[in-house]
C-alpha cells in the first residue's frame, strides 16, 4: 500500500487485472464497480486547464481560439485533450509514430499531421510534448518556434540545464508533473475520497490545474527562478506544511 498503481504509457486494464490478482492496491481499471476507469479523460482536461493559463500568462488570452497547437503524439490522453482543443477553436498540427492513431484524429478532428521528426519545426503558439519523455533536449530546443511549452508527457526536459535555458529564452514551460497530474488526481478521487469515486467532484479538483500552473508561472517571474524550480519548491512546501501538522496533532 505505500504505492499505488494505476495506467500509465504501455500499461493498460488487462495488465491491470493480473497486478490485482496479486495485490489491491490497484485503481483505475475500466469496468470495475465504483472504478475510476481511464485516467486518461481527467489528463486531457488538466492538461487543457494548464494550456489555458499558459495562453493567458503568455499572450493575455483568455481563450485558445485561433492559436496554434503543435501536438507531438495522438495517443490516449491527446485524443481527449484534442476534443477540447477542437471545441475552443485551435488549430493542432500533430504527429505520431502509430498510423491508427493519426487516423482516427484525422477522421474525428481533420487535423494536419507532420512527420514525428518535423514537428519541433512547426511555428505555433504552443509546443504540446504529449508523448515519451525528454522532449526538450540541447538538440530540440534551439529549433523550437513558440513561445509556450505545455503538453501531457512525463519527463519533458531532458535535463534541467533545458529549464534553466527555456527561463533565460524568456519561454513559458508548465512543469510536467503539475499540468499533467489530471490522471492521478482522478484516482485519488477512487482510492482515498470518502463516499467512493465522483466524475463531477473529481473533474472540479482536476480543472484546478489551471490555477496550480498560473501561480508557478508568477512565482517563477517574481523569484527569478525556472518553473521547474519553483513546482519543485511548492511541492517540498506541501509535503513540509502536512509533516508539521501531523507532528502537531500527535503532539
Known amino acids: 500500500g505505500h504505492y499505488i498503481t494505476a495506467k500509465d504509457v504501455g500499461i493498460g486494464s488487462d495488465d491491470l487485472r493480473i497486478v490485482k490478482s ?11 464497480p465504483s472504478s475510476s476507469g ?27 481560439k485561433g492559436m496554434k497547437i503543435a501536438l507531438q503524439g495522438l495517443g490516449s490522453v491527446s485524443y481527449y485533450l484534442l476534443e477540447h482543443l477542437h471545441r475552443e477553436g485551435a488549430e493542432v498540427i500533430g504527429c505520431d509514430i502509430d498510423q491508427a492513431v493519426i487516423d482516427r484524429a484525422i477522421t474525428k478532428y481533420g487535423i494536419e499531421i507532420v512527420r514525428p521528426e518535423s514537428i ?9 510534448p504529449s508523448a515519451l519523455g525528454g522532449a526538450i533536449s540541447a538538440e530540440t530546443l534551439p529549433r523550437l518556434k513558440t ?34 497530474a489530471g490522471g492521478l488526481i482522478n484516482i485519488y478521487h ?36 525556472p518553473t521547474f524550480v519553483i513546482a519543485d519548491r ?18
Open 22 to 32: 496479486q495485490t489491491r492496491h490497484v485503481l483505475g481499471i475500466d469496468g470495475e
Open 190 to 225: 477512487e482510492g482515498v475520497q470518502e463516499g467512493g469515486y465522483n466524475r463531477e467532484r473529481a473533474f472540479k479538483q482536476v480543472a484546478g490545474i489551471g490555477a496550480t500552473v498560473k501561480q508557478i508561472l508568477e512565482r517563477s517571474v517574481a523569484e527569478k527562478l
Open 38 to 64: 481511464d485516467p486518461s479523460p481527467a489528463t486531457a482536461w488538466g492538461v487543457f486547464n494548464g494550456m489555458l493559463a499558459c495562453a493567458e500568462h503568455t499572450y493575455g488570452a483568455k481563450s485558445l
Open 147 to 180: 513561445k509556450v511549452i505545455a503538453g501531457a508527457a512525463n519527463n519533458q526536459l531532458a535535463t534541467p540545464a533545458q529549464g534553466t535555458e527555456l527561463q533565460r529564452l524568456g519561454m513559458t514551460y508548465a512543469p510536467d508533473y503539475a499540468i499533467n
Open 234 to 251: 511548492m511541492a517540498e512546501e506541501r509535503i513540509a506544511k502536512k509533516r508539521s501538522e501531523a507532528c502537531a496533532s500527535r503532539s
Open 120 to 128: 519541433y519545426d512547426v511555428p505555433c503558439d504552443i509546443f504540446a
